[in-house]
């Protein structure tokens, strides 16, 4: 599917904006999606200007937004969180957990890379959640948390209850490992 961001699909560019953000050489990025490097800096510059007049735009108060993707996969169904969890926010991921408690998986991911922060009322929510789908037998994981969030998420007891992987193959090793603690046994 091609998107209004010129000659690259949506996917690849929430990729090239994924490595944007992190500060990623246009080079690298390139070399790392398989792209021309020219369209890299062009999809670089377009992002880069963006950012310059929404900053220009913006108060000083940034805005809150939490959005939702859910992926099945094959083993296990992945929910990916951009934006922040926070108390305004945590209606959908609320109906969004409610959903997936009510489906089959029994693998769940919480991917977390694109959150920007998370309160108190967003990391109950989630070890709720996370309560909710062991009781049932299943087993969840946060996956690749952000830097941003990362401190957030020892001080609100996250860690200590919710295992927490930086790469998806760890996930992955933990979860359907015949030697794991806790395994899927397919």
Same mark, same amino acid.
């Given at each position: @599917?091609?998107?209004?961001? &010129?000659?690259?699909?949506?996917?690849?560019?929430?990729?090239?904006?994924?490595? #944007?953000?992190?500060?990623?050489?246009?080079? +690298?990025? =390139? $070399?790392?999606?398989?792209?021309?490097?020219? /369209?890299?800096?062009? %999809?670089?510059?377009?992002?880069?200007?963006?950012? /310059?007049?929404? $900053?220009?735009?913006?108060?000083? =108060?940034?805005?809150?937004?939490?959005?939702?993707? !859910?992926?099945?996969? /094959?083993?296990? =169904?992945?929910? *990916? @969180? #951009? &934006? @922040?969890? #926070?108390?305004?926010?945590?209606?959908?991921?609320?109906?969004? !957990?409610?959903? +997936?408690?009510?489906?089959?998986?029994?693998?769940?991911?919480?991917?977390?890379?694109?959150?920007?922060?998370?309160?108190?009322?967003? $990391?109950?929510?989630?070890?709720?959640?996370? *309560?909710?789908?062991?009781?049932?037998?299943?087993? $969840?994981?946060?996956?690749?948390?952000?830097?941003?969030?990362?401190? *957030?998420?020892?001080?609100? &007891?996250?860690?200590? *209850?919710?295992?927490?992987?930086? /790469?998806?193959? =760890?996930?992955?090793?933990?979860?359907?490992?015949?030697?794991?603690?806790?395994? %899927?046994?397919?």
């Amino acid at each position: @599917m091609k998107s209004n961001h &010129g000659e690259l699909s949506d996917e690849m560019y929430r990729r090239v904006y994924r490595l #944007v953000k992190r500060e990623v050489e246009p080079r +690298i990025i =390139a $070399a790392t999606l398989k792209l021309p490097y020219k /369209t890299v800096q062009n %999809v670089t510059y377009r992002l880069k200007q963006h950012k /310059t007049e929404i $900053a220009s735009t913006e108060s000083s =108060a940034p805005e809150q937004y939490l959005d939702l993707y !859910f992926f099945p996969k /094959t083993r296990y =169904a992945q929910l *990916q @969180m #951009v &934006g @922040m969890v #926070v108390d305004s926010k945590i209606e959908g991921l609320k109906k969004e !957990f409610e959903k +997936i408690l009510s489906s089959k998986w029994k693998v769940v991911v919480l991917e977390m890379s694109d959150v920007l922060n998370i309160d108190e009322v967003g $990391a109950k929510q989630i070890l709720h959640f996370h *309560q909710n789908i062991k009781e049932l037998g299943r087993y $969840a994981a946060i996956l690749d948390p952000s830097p941003e969030i990362e401190n *957030q998420l020892n001080r609100f &007891g996250l860690e200590e *209850q919710i295992p927490v992987f930086g /790469t998806l193959s =760890a996930l992955e090793n933990s979860a359907f490992s015949k030697n794991s603690s806790w395994s %899927v046994g397919l």
